[in-house]
């Protein structure tokens, strides 16, 4: 803070004396009065340990070390010491630091670390980025911190178990705890690895997974039981073990799906009554490919509290097809469905093409969509985008007026642009599709944050953002972007 200050003083004395020089020389030229140096930064260099190189199963040692510090800019003589040791970025571990600076850390822990890291327990060879935060103290005793490089080793977790050729069932509360009733996962047609079952079952049940071949008759080799590291799990997301398995915990009822990756050995419980996501692609999106390119998967924004059902403002050509998928990718895909109103089909000349959805009238839509089980419901609406609240034309009133309305585009790189604003204070926006009533405008709300739209989904009250008496909010739903100027 104390140089900071000096260096203002300094630049206010430059304008001075600037001030009453009338020798217009040229500012480009190297200065008589050089800048004072930036203090040098203090850094340490590290490698990797010993053991750069784990294979889990050929290991002999519960601790194993994997990286060293060999050198610093620090003065000499300070003692060094590290706070923290991260894995890719995201993962703490915890580690020790021997007096030549090797850092050592469990095995196991290492091992489990790597397996979150990469949601898997897949024996095959992961790359691990170890950064490590280290600081020095100097013999005068001033707290140093040192900026150091990231050392990158490899592990190859432990294996598992090959996956059976006949395929997995599930045996629980729901089917009987016998061979008999033991019901069939079905393989899922893209990755061959990867097993579900759907089921519509009456309470919250416990249940485990088997190989086929653990499956004889009425009789159930428990020993290859595949289930939950903790009894009773109820995560409805986590890893497999195939040593003490305990019982994994549906935690719902009705419709459900269970899914077991046999090759990153990892459960999940969904409730398959409803998605939690749902995308959209098309002919203009190069027809979902890659999978899971945002650019051909279009995400659809959640109505907030409101089970299964999306909303998203999109421009279509005339000609446009589209479809709907729970993923961004291929899969309980859906296109022209019957629950199609005869209004939507008019204001978008909306047809059946080949099971696609055809947009006949190019423009700008409100999409909604609503999908519970095997009932789905789509409408295309005008995209009217509304002002809420102190800002707005009518306040706070449920009744959304066309006072408050935002202007729509014609072409597809266009802003929706607001009304100017009323008044000092919260801009808050929504949109209405016909489904949701007025008075619950917050559950298809949103803001601008950073430039970039924000969306409520199924969020809490979003962080306030200001906005000044005359200024209009401008929307570009092509790109994602927004500002209040």
């Known amino acids: 803070m104390k140089k900071h200050i000096i260096y203002t003083g300094m630049f206010l004395a430059a304008i001075g004396f600037s001030a009453c020089n009338e020798d217009f020389k040229d500012w480009a030229a190297p200065q008589s009065n050089p800048q004072e140096e930036a203090a040098e930064q203090l850094t340490a260099t590290f490698t ?229 996501e749902l995308y959209m692609t098309g002919s203009a999106y190069g027809w979902g490919s890659p999978a899971g390119d945002p650019d051909a998967w279009k995400a659809l924004v959640p109505v907030n509290g409101a089970k299964g059902t999306f909303w998203g403002i999109f421009y279509f050509a005339a000609n446009d097809q589209v479809k709907f998928a729970p993923q961004a990718n291929w899969g309980n895909d859906f296109g022209f469905v019957d629950a199609i109103s005869q209004e939507s089909k008019d204001l978008a000349g909306l047809s059946d093409e080949g099971g696609n959805i055809k947009v006949g009238i190019a423009g700008w839509y409100l999409v909604y969509v609503s999908v519970i089980g095997d009932d789905k419901a789509i409408e295309f609406e005008k995209p009217n985008v509304y002002l809420m609240g102190e800002t707005s034309y009518n306040g706070w009133d449920a009744q959304l007026v066309e006072q408050d309305l935002f202007t729509t585009p014609e072409t597809a790189d266009g802003e929706f642009v607001s009304p100017a604003l009323l008044k000092d204070g919260a801009v808050r926006i929504c949109v209405n599709p016909k489904a949701v009533s007025a008075g619950e405008w917050w559950k298809t709300e949103f803001i601008i944050f950073d430039g970039e739209i924000a969306y409520r989904g199924n969020g809490g009250d979003q962080a306030t953002v200001q906005g000044k008496t005359g200024q209009r909010v401008y929307l570009n739903f092509g790109n994602g972007t927004g500002r209040i100027e």
């Open 48 to 276: 990797a340990g010993k053991d750069a190189h784990i294979v889990v199963d050929a290991a002999t040692t519960d601790s194993v070390e994997i990286a060293r510090l060999n050198s610093t800019t620090a003065e000499e003589g300070s003692k060094i010491a590290a706070s923290s040791l991260i894995i890719n970025e995201n993962h703490t571990l915890p580690f020790s630091m021997t007096e030549d600076h090797v850092f050592k850390v469990s095995l196991t822990q290492l091992d489990s670390v790597t397996q979150e890291a990469y949601k898997s327990r897949a024996n095959v060879e992961r790359e691990l980025r170890i950064s490590i935060n280290a600081s020095a103290v100097t013999p005068s005793g001033e707290g140093i911190q040192l900026v150091g490089n990231e050392v990158s080793i490899t592990l190859q977790p432990a294996a598992t178990p090959a996956p059976d050729p006949e395929g997995y069932y599930i045996v629980g509360d729901f089917t009987g705890w016998n061979g008999t009733d033991a019901q069939p996962m079905k393989k899922d047609a893209l990755n061959e690895n990867l097993y579900t079952l759907e089921a519509e079952i009456e309470s919250s049940s416990n249940f485990k997974i088997f190989p086929a071949s653990a499956i004889d008759g009425n009789n159930i080799d428990w020993d290859k039981a595949l289930g939950s590291l903790t009894d009773g799990d109820t995560s409805g997301d986590n890893f497999v073990t195939w040593t003490n398995a305990g019982a994994i915990n549906t935690a719902m009822e009705g419709k459900i799906k269970i899914s077991f990756d046999a090759f990153n050995y990892r459960f999940t419980v969904k409730d398959n009554s409803a998605p939690t």
